[in-house]
């Protein structure tokens, strides 16, 4: 079926040259891009994927920074679409490490042969919709333009990096970037003087690394945050055994879960047990592995309340433990938010690198960056003299990406203006305006490839039900949007994640609409939803 689908990928031409015509394009060629391409073209269809990275992989090409890995559990995260996939595959380590990630990702590709779908260095600049046609056009920064009836933009939640308008930031003198763009050929940070902005989930791996080799590192802190002991090691030959047997345990698990992760909340309140029996369980769960003390817990630790923060404190206490310095311990202490209300960063020795003499905490809510000079940083306080910047200040997330990218609809309609108040959709996967738009990485909820395959296959089959009924455009409803829209702001503003200032509600990015950017839902509704409105004929599109 693949080489069918090639030959059918004939490239045409207009009045302003060559176009390649598909029935789908893809933006993107990470981990859902990749799959939407295999499902797409296993379908029968034309498709082809550009992707703006010299190599595939997505987030897990451009973020090559030191301590990148899955906080996730490996074997939740790859594929299971294939049997043979995943008896072939050896995850290496509890929390897969980037390298060994992007290594899974290529060998995906090279297995199922995608590659040859798959444009490379080829950054999309824009996508009109043509009404006459019902086609999308996407042009390329270096010309290259291409045309399709089905346009899906795979291009993450997190991939456009962020650096604040820092006064000055073009004056410093040495090498400087965003762990989201750390280049390929790496950084020599040997025994320098290295500046870290941001201590979130990235900036945390990337801390715990780089203080094992710079000569000094100053860590400017905004937030302090509840950051979770990681306990990753590697995968010896018989549990690789236990995992290779066990995978439609685990699956099914995750397809249980709220978040799609192989954590599921103990159903009793906190408040309900005694003390001891509390207690008990937070240290237990403490030992435990990645996102367990976050997501197995007694659940009304996950709702504002009493119980969640009499884990917090035990938390907060966790961290005082492992830091020397009483004052520099309160720093590291968060104060201002509620457990579980940012995204949680797990890691692994984090909180000791402040015990070593060559390391440096520096509080930017009582002395804020006042600019960036050819030497350093400087605070309201101080001038910081250093040899290399990292802007480890987080991602533009959800639309980010996509309003990167000139995309017009019908009536010459600009999605970015659009979603200018925030995402405008139905179910997170079209917006009304744009037919045959499927904005895939705005509707996954929870563990991201548990989340997105479900949502790739919902996205494919709605494809096929258009084709096979001799429909031209699927798109919503107004009507639908507007009830969508609603649910997610009422629903959403109930929801932990909403209640302190974080990517998850665009509050980190000066100027952008405060709302929730994701579905308040959990996975297993989400896809009990898409599931109706596929069985009710589409209920909610508009099929032309």
Request: net charge negative.
């Amino acid at each position: 079926m693949a080489s069918t689908s090639q030959q059918t990928a004939t490239a045409g031409t207009d009045q302003s040259g060559e176009v390649e015509q598909f029935d789908a394009i893809i933006i993107g060629a990470g981990v859902t891009g990749l799959y939407s391409l295999y499902r797409l073209r296993e379908l029968g269809l034309s498709v082809k994927s550009f992707d703006d990275g010299s190599g595939i992989g997505g987030t897990w090409f451009w973020n090559r920074y030191p301590g990148c890995r899955f906080d996730s559990e490996s074997y939740s995260y790859g594929y299971s679409f294939s049997e043979e996939l995943l008896q072939e595959w050896d995850w290496k380590e509890h929390y897969s490490a980037q390298p060994d990630t992007e290594r899974y990702l290529n060998y995906v590709a090279d297995k199922f042969d995608l590659r040859k779908h798959i444009r490379l260095n080829s950054r999309v600049v824009s996508a009109v919709f043509d009404e006459n046609e019902s086609l999308w056009q996407v042009e390329m920064e270096d010309g290259h333009r291409a045309r399709g009836q089905f346009l899906i933009t795979s291009i993450g939640i997190l991939s456009a990096s962020y650096i604040p308008d820092f006064e000055g930031i073009h004056s410093f003198k040495g090498p400087w970037t965003h762990p989201g763009k750390w280049p390929k050929e790496g950084m020599d940070l040997a025994g320098k003087r290295v500046g870290v902005i941001g201590t979130g989930a990235t900036g945390v791996q990337l801390i715990t690394e780089i203080a094992k080799e710079v000569g000094h590192l100053t860590v400017f802190q905004r937030t302090a945050n509840f950051c979770a002991p990681l306990r990753n090691g590697p995968i010896d030959d018989e549990t690789q055994k236990k995992i290779k047997a066990s995978y439609p345990e685990i699956f099914k698990k995750c397809a249980e879960t709220n978040g799609s992760f192989m954590h599921q909340f103990d159903t009793r309140s906190a408040m309900a047990v005694s003390p001891e029996e509390r207690l008990e369980q937070y240290e237990r769960l403490w030992l435990e592995g990645g996102f367990a003390k976050w997501l197995s817990n007694f659940y009304d630790v996950m709702v504002p309340g009493e119980a969640n923060e009499d884990y917090a404190e035990f938390f907060r206490n966790k961290i005082r433990e492992r830091v020397n310095d009483p004052v520099i311990a309160e720093m590291l202490v968060p104060k201002d938010h509620m457990f579980g209300s940012k995204r949680l960063p797990c890691e692994s020795g984090y909180y000791e690198v402040y015990n070593q003499d060559n390391v440096s905490l520096i509080d930017v809510r009582k002395a804020p960056i006042e600019r960036i000079t050819p030497k350093g940083v400087k605070t309201t306080d101080a001038e910081y003299e250093l040899d290399v910047i990292i802007y480890a200040t987080g991602y533009d997330a959800v639309t980010g990406s996509l309003n990167k990218i000139d995309i017009h609809g019908i009536g010459d309609e600009i999605l970015k203006e659009k979603f200018a108040g925030g995402p405008r959709t139905y179910m997170g996967v079209q917006s009304a305006g744009f037919p045959n738009l499927f904005t895939i990485n705005a509707a996954s909820v929870g563990n991201f490839v548990r989340a997105a395959e479900p949502l790739v296959d919902w996205v494919s089959e709605a494809i096929c039900y258009v084709r096979d009924n001799n429909f031209k455009r699927i798109s919503p409803t107004p009507e639908a949007e507007d009830t969508w829209t609603k649910h997610v702001s009422e629903a959403g503003a109930n929801i932990l994640r909403s209640q302190a200032d974080s990517w998850f509600v665009g509050a980190n990015i000066p100027g952008k609409a405060r709302v929730l950017l994701t579905a308040p839902d959990t996975a297993p509704q989400m896809r009990a939803k898409r599931d109706a409105v596929a069985a009710n004929g589409y209920e909610g599109f508009i099929l032309e």
